[in-house]
């Protein structure tokens, strides 16, 4: 990966230098900041494709900036999750009950860089910042048209845990409350006091639905992270989400009681 974030850089920063302008003049033309300019001319920052672009065009690159493109998407998203990525950015309907932690399409960038960096064994700064641009990236899911159909179901106890400190947290559940007025997102709270909970019985899961081929599930454990198209496996956790959501608040409820934490925050 770093290999070619040097490679792009470089030329980002030759094509800049032929121009005779500044970082900050750049970042100006653009819309980004000088920093963030200096960051991708090192190959410490991936730069998105609307960045390129406009490089490309400020810098009179003729296109060769902007062929970076498909190389840079390729080392966007870390191994692991580049598969899941593109089945969310796929799907017409997705479904996910998140036990532990906010879940990630849900994530501030505040939030998720607190998570990681309670990671432990510890992970370095780069890895860090490529794992939350990549969790940010897979939020485009909320401005795809036509929309997919969102519903997520959270433990109460995901919006009381105060990751990153208050602030950080009213952040997040002030996000969680403006992604939960979009007509095409449901978000549900399960609150701690149900005597039946169905989720107990497993860990936080998702079920994607995508626009050609099988409905697939991923489930999630302290180590691994699988996703199977078995049917077997697939009914069972859509039965299973289906009754968390009937034993969960609703939509409504639910907002209303994350606008209650908010002000208790």
């Known amino acids: 990966m770093s290999e070619v974030l040097e490679m792009v850089g470089r030329h980002v920063r030759r094509w800049r230098e032929r121009a005779g302008l500044t970082q900050a003049e750049v970042g100006s033309a653009i819309g980004y900041t000088e920093h963030q300019v200096s960051a991708v001319e090192r190959g410490r920052r991936i730069p998105k494709p ?36 593109r089945l969310e950015a796929d799907a017409v309907e997705l479904g996910a009950y998140a036990a532990h932690q906010v879940h990630g399409l849900l994530q501030t960038k505040c939030y998720a860089e607190a998570l990681y960096g309670m990671h432990r064994p510890m992970l370095d700064e780069d890895t860090i910042e490529r794992n939350v641009a990549a969790r940010m990236a897979r939020q485009e899911i909320f401005t795809q048209w036509p929309a997919p159909f969102l519903s997520f179901v959270q433990d109460e106890v995901t919006l009381r845990r105060p990751v990153g400190g208050r602030m950080v947290m009213r952040g997040q559940l002030e996000r969680l409350l403006e992604v939960g007025q979009l007509r095409n997102v449901e978000i549900q709270v399960m609150p701690t006091d149900r005597e039946d909970h169905a989720g107990l019985s497993g860990g936080s899961f998702r079920l994607l639905d995508p626009k050609n081929g099988h409905k697939v599930a991923q489930a999630e454990g302290a180590l691994f992270s699988r996703v199977t198209a078995e049917r077997r496996d697939v009914h069972i956790l859509e039965a299973r989400y289906g009754i968390i959501r009937a034993q969960a608040l609703s939509p409504r409820e639910s907002l209303a009681f994350i606008e209650k934490l908010l002000g208790e925050t």
């Open 50 to 85: 609307v960045f390129l672009d406009k490089a490309d065009e400020v810098l009179g690159a003729e296109g060769m900036l902007a062929e970076f493109k498909e190389d840079v998407e390729k080392i966007r998203y870390p191994k692991k999750v580049r598969h899941l990525a």
